[in-house]
């Protein structure tokens, strides 16, 4: 980078807020994974929408690209930084500006750790629901821009469904000021929504208004086991009738995925490994008992009517905690299949399990032996997938991607439910998304930046 644009930016950020050569840190290059990009031109560190705007401008001006970073742990690659590309971190712009209790909503910047947003409110009696395993890294600010999932989708939506307003900031340093705390605002295109789970290549997100709930002062949690997948889409539906709203986490783990947690952490399961299918759920609210019991009724029925095999229900919020821990050890749990790829798609919850089967066939036909755990928030029609993958086979990892996507192609499924397409989805955005639909989203990416220096080829590819 010539030594004018470096000057430019110490000029406009401060020295707090630029990082060059030996003093760039290592973690920048590194994502939660472990996977490594390249060594940045600089880091970015600004503080404010402001510092933003005159680094985006000044970068712009020079056709430097920029990759923006949040907490580092999307799935997708899509923080690592690219040769040539300097790195803007938000990790300074880490405040909840306010909260206001009678609106349920506070203004956030982007680089609060959803954790710490959490936590903040939680003494006001009040929840940020949105929450998933990367909770004490992730920040609201990537979450938004992946449009982040996670564990309550059932109840409360994605995060689209819980960003009120939105300000970002184009790759000319244009601010574009979307901070309307209401819910109601039918006045021409919701702007905000372009920038939510756009992973960062039509702005900057900056600050937020994020939708705030009363927090459940309730919570029961159960860990069931099914013999079959047409019990686990009866208890879902048995749940959803008899919990109503209330049902906020509906996940399922196929048996290897149980067989191989208890493995990895013996003693830690709730029941044996007997059963082909397992459901951790969860229901909340804020009467009290009245809650557990409406729960435990609701369990007691499928036992009896033969919906479920068994059942065991947290007595207290650490044996909660220690359910929830069996799905929240996932990444762990898929590294025992040792080399592997991973996927996150959607599918029709009638089609799941007959994929499940076909995904088994179609990976020991790939590599005999080849092994597979599925697991996911399947209230929600998403499923995480890892299958092995033969390290010998040259090229094994593409071969894999490109025979399961295959299939989830078959049955009419996404490519990502909620991770987002990144730069290691790139080849298949054409498996959910139709020519038409890629050429509007290429058209809106010329206009909003037209020099194409942000996140360069994450999402869309080359520019085309
Ligand atoms: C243990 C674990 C569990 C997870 N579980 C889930 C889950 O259940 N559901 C789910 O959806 N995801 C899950 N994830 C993935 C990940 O946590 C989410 O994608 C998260 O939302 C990313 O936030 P981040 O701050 O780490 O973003 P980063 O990884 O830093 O960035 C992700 C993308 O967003 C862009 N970006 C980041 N901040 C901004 C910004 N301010 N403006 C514009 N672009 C920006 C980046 O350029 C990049 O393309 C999980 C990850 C881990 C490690």
């Not at 920048?28 to 994974?33: I, Q, R, S, T, W």
């Not at 490594?36 to 880091?43: D, E, F, I, K, S």
């Not at 992946?146 to 309550?152: D, F, H, P, V, W």
């Not at 079959?228 to 009866?234: G, L, P, T």
Request: charged letters at 20%; a neutral charge.
């Amino acid at each position: 980078m010539e030594a004018s644009v470096v000057t430019a930016l110490r000029t406009a950020l401060g020295d707090a807020g630029l990082r060059v050569g030996d003093d760039i840190d290592a973690r920048f290059c590194e994502d939660v994974l472990g996977q490594r990009g390249a060594v940045p031109l600089a880091v970015l560190r600004p503080a404010t929408t402001a510092d933003v705007s005159k680094a985006l401008a000044i970068c712009n001006d020079a056709g430097v690209a920029v990759v923006t970073q949040g907490g580092r742990t999307g799935l997708v690659r899509g923080c690592l930084p690219q040769s040539g590309e300097v790195v803007l971190t938000t990790e300074r712009m880490n405040q909840v500006e306010s909260v206001d209790a009678d609106a349920g909503t506070a203004i956030v910047q982007s680089g609060v750790v959803l954790q710490a947003l959490q936590e903040r409110v939680e003494p006001m009696g009040l929840a940020f629901p949105l929450d998933l395993g990367g909770r004490g890294s992730c920040t609201i600010g990537g979450n938004v821009s992946t449009n982040a999932g996670g564990n309550r989708v059932i109840r409360y939506g994605m995060a689209r469904d819980l960003i009120l307003g939105l300000e970002a900031v184009l790759a000319d340093g244009t601010v574009i000021d979307g901070l309307k705390p209401f819910v109601k605002n039918n006045t021409g295109f919701d702007l905000k929504q372009l920038f939510i789970g756009s992973e960062g290549v039509l702005g900057v997100v900056t600050r937020l208004v994020v939708r705030l709930i009363p927090k459940p002062t309730d919570t029961a949690v159960a860990f069931c086991g099914l013999r079959d997948f047409a019990q686990v889409r009866a208890l879902l539906r048995h749940l959803r009738q008899r919990m109503g709203g209330e049902l906020t986490a509906f996940e399922v783990l196929w048996k290897a995925y149980y067989t191989r947690f208890l493995a990895m952490k013996p003693g830690a399961g709730a029941m044996p490994d007997a059963h082909a299918f397992y459901v951790l759920t969860e229901a909340s609210g804020s009467d009290g008992e009245a809650l557990r019991a409406r729960f435990e009724r609701a369990l007691a029925d499928a036992l009896e009517q033969g919906v479920i095999d068994d059942a065991v229900v947290a007595k207290s919020e650490t044996e909660a905690r220690a359910l929830w821990h069996m799905r929240d050890l996932a990444i762990e749990v898929s590294r025992t299949l040792g080399p592997h790829v991973g996927f996150d798609v959607s599918l029709r919850i009638a089609d799941m399990d007959a994929f499940a089967v076909d995904l088994a066939a179609l990976a020991r036909r790939l590599h005999p032996g080849a092994q597979t755990v599925v697991f996911g928030h399947a209230g929600d029609g998403n499923l995480h997938l890892a299958v092995a993958r033969d390290v010998q086979v040259e090229n094994s990892y593409a071969q894999v991607e490109r025979a399961v996507y295959d299939l989830v192609a078959r049955y009419g499924g996404s490519v990502s439910a909620e991770h987002g397409i990144g730069m290691t989805r790139r080849a298949y955005l054409g498996h959910t998304r139709t020519a038409q639909e890629i050429a509007l989203m290429r058209a809106l990416k010329r206009t909003m930046d037209p020099k194409n220096i942000l996140n360069p080829e994450r999402v869309l590819g080359v520019p085309g």
